[in-house]
T-cell receptor
Framework: EDKVVQSPLSLVVHEGDTVTLNCSYEVTNFRSLLWYKQEKKAPTFLFMLTSSGIEKKSGRLSSILDKKELFSILNITATQTGDSAVYLCAVAPYNNAGNMLTFGGGTRLMVKP | GAGVSQSPRYKVAKRGQDVALRCDPISGHVSLFWYQQALGQGPEFLTYFQNEAQLDKSGLPSDRFFAERPEGSVSTLKIQRTQQEDSAVYLC?????????FGPGTRLTVT
């Protein structure tokens, strides 16, 4: 059974801090790992990672995948209150029956002014 | 263009009532997924359609849950005889290829 574990469960920081969110996984026939940001609505896509060691970057957010150790991290630098959200990690396998995502439990980030 | 839409956005049901939740995927998206997200948890897979075919329903928690997509576009998730443990946000996602688009979810509260 595919499994995704995120840590920490929750995090409170102040504006300007840097945070690192962790995601470890066990999946048969790994295809990709995805990060989403979820506020009080639909999860919004951040990154999709398929190859080890290649950092993906978007503004203050960056992410990297380690396929040997089966984990990914999401970094947010110079945090802002608008970064407050639940960050979800999900993995997608190669699967003849479909590309179902398996999600972790999420990390709830609160950024205080 | 329009994203995935879901209706209603909020639903309050008394225990024992039947509910029907609707998902309108992005036009042309072959794959459609339903997820259940309990408070403070990540989304849990319920069921998957490829066009009108329901290829995986292994995540449906009981036979009170039923999903359909008769014409390969709009999908309905039906929950019969709702129980308090059914209270959650129900997310729909559609996919064409390797990216998924999520709807805003339906928040179901069973009282």
């Amino acid at each position: 059974e595919d499994k995704v574990v995120q840590s920490p469960l929750s995090l409170v920081v102040h504006e300007g801090d840097t945070v690192t969110l962790n995601c470890s996984y066990e999946v048969t026939n790994f295809r990709s790992l995805l990060w989403y940001k979820q506020e009080k609505k639909a999860p919004t896509f951040l990154f999709m990672l398929t190859s080890s060691g290649i950092e993906k970057k978007s503004g203050r957010l960056s992410s990297i995948l380690d396929k040997k150790e089966l984990f990914s991290i999401l970094n947010i630098t110079a945090t802002q209150t608008g970064d407050s959200a639940v960050y979800l990690c999900a993995v997608a396998p190669y699967n003849n029956a479909g590309n179902m995502l398996t999600f972790g439990g999420g990390t709830r980030l609160m950024v205080k002014p | 263009g329009a994203g995935v839409s879901q209706s209603p956005r909020y639903k309050v049901a008394k225990r024992g009532q039947d509910v029907a939740l609707r998902c309108d995927p992005i036009s042309g998206h072959v794959s459609l997924f339903w997820y259940q997200q309990a408070l403070g948890q990540g989304p849990e897979f319920l069921t998957y359609f490829q066009n009108e075919a329901q290829l995986d329903k292994s995540g449906l928690p009981s036979d009170r849950f039923f999903a359909e997509r008769p014409e390969g576009s709009v999908s309905t998730l039906k929950i019969q005889r709702t129980q308090q443990e059914d209270s959650a946000v129900y997310l729909c996602a559609s996919s064409l290829g390797s990216l998924w688009d999520f709807g805003p979810g339906t928040r179901l509260t069973v009282t």
